[in-house]
T-cell receptor, first 116, second 111 residues
């Protein structure tokens, strides 16, 4: 089946620094990618929808200047957490879809971000 | 804003069938029902999806009621590795097909 690769799997950073997370579709072209975050013992929360070549669409309450999303190619989307703070510590997960909205989503393995 | 409701938790004995219910009484006629599961600290894994006919694959079976108001995911012979949170989701096709996750059902398979 299709594979979505997410990197890094774990990152620890100091407060105030920026962290970039990469999401790649390895064997298909992803016209749409989604970014989620998940706090302990909670469900996944959708942060934004990323379409190749256009600006991301953010969910209500998600700061677009805080969480920069770039989807520059059909196989790569990046999420940059800018000026990270301890409250940004979370599990970030990307997902990708190959074609139409009825196609299933494939998920990356997630990135555990810890901000000290 | 999930359009599905699931019990928060279930137990199942190893080797027995696990039947996970999902209510989706408000989904429209052209909306598929998808099932994913998430094992601790991993990304969600696709299991199966269906519209109105029952579906079966190598992982599970999906039984959808005739009125499409509910469905049941069946793991025929649950193993300890099936312990996970199971999510029943109806994608929002008018919003790019995004998936909004509810709380899911935490399935514990016990020896």
């Amino acid at each position: 089946g299709a594979v979505v690769s997410q990197h890094p799997s774990r990152v620890i950073c100091k407060s105030g620094t920026s962290v970039k997370i990469e999401c790649r579709s390895l064997d298909f072209q992803a016209t749409t990618m989604f970014w989620y975050r998940q706090f302990p013992k909670q469900s996944l929360m959708l942060m934004a929808t990323s379409n190749e070549g256009s600006k991301a669409t953010y969910e209500q309450g998600v700061e677009k200047d805080k969480f920069l999303i770039n989807h520059a190619s059909l196989t790569l989307s990046t999420l940059t957490v800018t000026s990270a703070h301890p409250e940004d510590s979370s599990f970030y997960i990307c997902s990708a879809r190959a074609g139409a909205s009825r196609e299933k989503l494939f998920f990356g393995s997630g990135t555990q971000l810890s901000v000290l | 804003d999930a359009k599905t409701t699931q019990p928060p938790s279930m137990d199942c004995a190893e080797g027995r069938a696990a039947n996970l219910p999902c209510n989706h009484s408000t989904i429209s006629g052209n909306e598929y029902v998808y099932w994913y599961r998430q094992i601790h600290s991993q990304g969600p894994q696709y299991i199966i999806h269906g519209l109105k006919n029952n579906e079966t694959n190598e992982m599970a079976s999906l039984i959808i009621t005739e009125d499409r108001k509910s469905s049941t995911l069946i793991l025929p012979h649950a193993t300890l590795r099936d312990t996970a949170v199971y999510y029943c989701i109806a994608p929002l096709y008018n919003q790019g097909g995004k998936l909004i996750f509810g709380q899911g059902t935490e399935l514990s398979v016990k020896p």
